[in-house]
């Protein structure tokens, strides 16, 4: 996807909720894809205690995602989970 993905970073997140469950359960490949791009936003969901539960369900799916794909970002991830 390269850097023109990460546009989609910030607005897709609500699909971390969707009703459709292939939906859902592909967007943590997406964030995977997107890499350190989608830490911070990610992260942001997680911690937001207004955010729906599959929401921020779906952000620690991503980032646990994302730290299997590129272990160099561990460091940033594991003090979010």
């Given at each position: 996807?390269?850097?023109?993905?990460?546009?989609g970073?910030?607005?897709?997140?609500p699909?971390?909720?969707s009703?459709?469950?292939?939906l859902?359960?592909?967007?943590?490949?997406?964030?995977?894809?997107?890499?350190?791009a989608?830490?911070?936003p990610?992260a942001?969901?997680l911690?937001d205690?207004n955010?729906?539960?599959?929401?921020?369900?779906g952000?620690?799916?991503?980032?646990?995602?994302?730290?299997?794909?590129?272990?160099?970002?561990?460091?940033?991830?594991?003090?979010h989970?």
């Amino acid at each position: 996807m390269g850097d023109a993905g990460q546009i989609g970073i910030v607005p897709l997140l609500p699909l971390l909720d969707s009703e459709d469950d292939y939906l859902r359960e592909d967007m943590p490949f997406y964030y995977a894809e997107m890499g350190a791009a989608a830490v911070v936003p990610l992260a942001n969901i997680l911690t937001d205690v207004n955010a729906p539960s599959y929401r921020r369900s779906g952000a620690g799916e991503s980032l646990a995602e994302i730290g299997e794909k590129h272990p160099e970002l561990s460091n940033s991830i594991i003090p979010h989970l």
